[in-house]
T-cell receptor, first 112, second 118 residues
Framework: QKEVEQDPGPLSVPEGAIVSLNCTYSNSAFQYFMWYRQYSRKGPELLMYTYSSGNKEDGRFTAQVDKSSKYISLFIRDSQPSDSATYLCAMNQLGGNEKLTFGTGTRLTIIP | KAGVTQTPRYLIKTRGQQVTLSCSPISGHRSVSWYQQTPGQGLQFLFEYFSETQRNKGNFPGRFSGRQFSNSRSEMNVSTLELGDSALYLC?????????????????FGPGTRLTVL
């Protein structure tokens, strides 16, 4: 079983909809929770990160971490066609240096 | 500031050959990490180099190796290529220093090298 599980999709939603992306994990040592976005033929770019539990908001994006359930989410409000990409969750342990453990990614398409 | 660059962008090799991939980090960054990305497994951590020393290692066979030079540029080598090594190989750079317990040291990814093994 993978340490981080993510529904690969694909997920298609109409423009303007709220998108919910999720990951579950099994390693309770994870303390840093990241969401990366990857466009076709590009490397991943960091969207948001959260340390430990809680919510974090950045514009149209909200990240939530529930460590008790080992469950993290990314919400995208007022989705735009430019949000069409693969979204990857990633996690790291305290003192884990640069070793990230990724979910397999969810391919998202926003339909105009 | 220039981003992370990787060369070559595309490679085609045959089984049994070996390959070397190159990564130039963002100027001033001392940590370079390598990841393998495949459709089935997603991104998997290969190893990380910091100041020319391997600091972290993933669960890949010894055919996968790397090194880092004094200018922080890094190379990754795969020997005796297998069909299953076909993947996108990504490198990421960061300062390598933690900003504190609640601070995430962002890794910046390059565009990757697409390796096809025939």
């Amino acid at each position: 079983q993978k340490e981080v599980e993510q529904d690969p999709g694909p997920l298609s939603v109409p423009e303007g909809a709220i998108v919910s992306l999720n990951c579950t994990y099994s390693n309770s040592a994870f303390q840093y929770f990241m969401w990366y976005r990857q466009y076709s033929r590009k490397g991943p770019e960091l969207l948001m990160y959260t340390y430990s539990s809680g919510n974090k908001e950045d514009g149209r994006f909200t990240a939530q971490v529930d460590k008790s359930s080992k469950y993290i989410s990314l919400f995208i409000r007022d989705s735009q066609p430019s949000d069409s990409a693969t979204y990857l969750c990633a996690m790291n342990q305290l003192g884990g240096n640069e070793k990230l453990t990724f979910g397999t990614g969810t391919r998202l398409t926003i339909i105009p | 500031k220039a981003g992370v660059t990787q060369t070559p962008r595309y490679l085609i090799k045959t089984r049994g050959q070996q390959v070397t991939l190159s990564c130039s980090p963002i100027s001033g960054h001392r940590s370079v990490s390598w990841y393998q990305q495949t459709p089935g497994q997603g991104l998997q951590f290969l190893f990380e180099y910091f100041s020319e020393t391997q600091r972290n290692k993933g669960n890949f066979p010894g055919r996968f190796s790397g090194r880092q030079f004094s200018n922080s540029r890094s190379e990754m080598n795969v020997s005796t290529l297998e069909l299953g090594d076909s993947a996108l190989y990504l490198c990421a750079s960061s300062s390598g220093f933690s900003g504190g317990p609640s601070s995430y040291n962002e890794q910046f990814f390059g565009p990757g090298t697409r390796l096809t093994v025939l």
